[in-house]
């Protein structure tokens, strides 16, 4: 087997809007792509703060132990 490693893939997002005709096939009506060579990660960008609701509680470890 060869040694080499493939390039780093590109993220693309490609668009494409279709009509549906009578007969039930498809017509691209257009497309679109970006020109992004690199999109920034999901994750990233979803951080939220902890829970402080009565049924989570505190989620920093000051919760109270349930009454047995």
Same mark, same amino acid.
């Given at each position: 087997m060869p040694n080499h490693q493939d390039p780093e893939p590109e993220a693309k997002l490609t668009i494409r809007v279709y =009509?549906?005709?009578a007969d039930? #096939? &498809?017509?691209?009506?257009s497309s679109? =792509?970006?020109e992004?060579? &690199?999109?920034l990660p999901l994750v990233s960008a979803l951080v939220w703060p #902890?829970? &402080?609701c009565p049924r989570c509680g505190d989620r $920093?470890? #000051? &919760?109270?132990? $349930?009454?047995a």
């Open positions: =009509t549906v005709r039930g #096939a &498809r017509v691209q009506v679109c =792509t970006s992004e060579e &690199r999109f #902890a829970c &402080r $920093d470890g #000051a &919760r109270e132990p $349930d009454a």
